[in-house]
């Protein structure tokens, strides 16, 4: 059985019982980025909601934080999205709360900027309370507005490149709108959000790391490489690294400082990052040629601004990551002037893209990664970050499809590169 269908009925039950303490009653219920084989455990449950009655303001109550009510004619549709603390290497301390959150705010700022209001509106929601709720009776949720479109990601390819950069120029303007976002006062470090007692927006974990929010940047740098050594540990075929002498270099870096290091020169703005915009996450219309909306505030996080490049924008040439490693020159000085020569076809659509999202987020007045001082060392830190816990190399389901010397084959040239940065920044054994 696949293993996201296991509980499929139960979580059914847990939406009608949802919907009840409501007064809403479905005539259908669909789920939405389903993936039928998926070896994973979904990060999400999300399901379209057909109501039989319009949800209008007075359905939902208008004192929970980080809400907007329905229209006052009402919505026929919604979205329950329940968020899966079976998740794996996700943190569910103040995910929903997070999530929220972090659409509040980022709904206000493209409100504030006279754009669209994309980041859909959440009507009510939950926090994870499992594992003491047992089973998905446990399970945080959201319902939020249903905003119509199909993803950019199965669009983009398609589109004649003029249309492709007008939607990079939309996408553009909203990025910069979610970066502007005003941070509350009461959020102080570098993390999540989550809310207070009286609903306030205050400084929360981090959903893909374990403790915080945290002091410094570079604190939040060795929490990541922490936690990607610790998933490292869990893995049976890299065990932490303990063999063959990388851990103890590797720890040994950290303690001495080589984050803190790498850092020096990066500067301490915070401000808020989607954490995961890439064009899967977008909304698209074709027959209108808009951006309909932006989704997944999943993993935000008010963190340095050249974060959001290092988790997103690959797959429009913006982001800090090996896919991108053609123009990877070019977003770390912000000099697109020049093509680069011998690219296919494919890669030149993919260099006009890149030239035309530089240009627009230059234009609408964002941080871009040329202006951050300090850049090569935040690359320096990624490049270990994925060295450490390789998901191929630590999932199990993953391993299952390599045989035991192709295993050990990647084993030992993942090992072989992290010796080489550790020598190459300086830490020998």
């Known amino acids: 059985m696949n293993i996201n269908q296991e509980g499929f009925g139960r979580r059914l039950d847990v939406i009608q019982k949802t919907l009840k303490q409501y007064n809403l009653k479905s005539t259908k219920v669909t789920p939405i980025a389903y993936v039928e084989h998926c070896p994973f455990y979904f990060n999400n449950y999300i399901y379209k909601i057909d109501l039989e009655s319009p ?7 208008k004192n929970q934080s980080c809400t907007t009510s329905p229209p006052e004619n009402g919505v026929s549709t919604i979205v329950l999205r329940m968020s899966n603390p079976l998740a794996e290497g996700l943190n569910n301390a103040n995910r ?14 493209i409100e504030s900027a006279g754009l669209p209001l994309v980041v859909p509106a959440v009507y009510a929601w939950a926090p994870c309370r499992y594992p003491e709720v047992p089973g998905e009776a446990g399970f945080g949720w959201t319902i939020s507005e249903f905003k119509p479109g199909s993803d950019l990601d199965a669009e983009f390819a398609l589109l004649e490149l003029s249309d492709a950069i007008d939607a990079v120029h939309q996408l553009a303007k909203i990025f910069t709108a979610i970066q502007k976002a005003k941070i509350p006062e009461t959020v102080t470090r570098y993390g999540a959000l989550t809310l207070d007692e009286n609903g306030v927006i205050i400084g929360g974990q981090p959903p893909l790391l374990k403790g915080g929010p945290f002091g410094t940047y570079a604190e939040l740098w060795v929490a990541k490489l922490q936690t990607q050594l610790a998933d490292a540990e869990n893995s049976s075929l890299l065990k932490g690294w303990e063999e063959g002498g990388a851990r103890g270099r590797i720890d040994k870096y950290i303690a ?13 703005r915070r401000v808020l990052v989607h954490g995961d915009l890439t064009l899967n996450n977008v909304l698209y219309d074709k027959a209108t040629k808009r951006i309909t909306s932006v989704l997944d505030f999943d993993w935000s996080a008010v963190t340095h601004p050249c974060d959001e490049f290092l988790t997103g924008l690959w ?28 690219l296919s076809d494919e890669e030149v659509r993919k260099w006009e893209v890149a030239k035309a999202w530089d240009a627009a987020i230059t234009q609408a007045g964002a941080i871009r990664p040329s202006d951050v001082t300090g850049v090569d060392g935040i690359q320096m830190l990624i490049d270990l970050e994925d060295l450490l816990c390789p998901f191929e190399l630590s999932n199990e389901a993953m391993l299952k499809r390599f045989s035991d010397d192709v295993k050990l084959k990647k084993r030992q040239e993942t090992e072989a590169k992290i010796l080489k940065w550790l020598d190459t920044h300086g830490i020998t054994p």
């Open 55 to 61: 949800a209008v303001p007075a359905t939902f109550p």
């Open 96 to 109: 929903v709360e997070n999530d929220v959150a972090s659409q509040y705010l980022a709904r206000q700022s």
């Open 256 to 268: 001495a400082g080589g984050v803190e290091k790498a850092l020096q020169a990066v500067d301490n």
């Open 315 to 342: 797959d429009i040439g913006g982001g800090i990551h090996e896919r991108n490693e053609i123009f990877q020159p070019m977003l770390l000085s912000g000099d697109f002037s020049a093509r680069p020569e011998g």
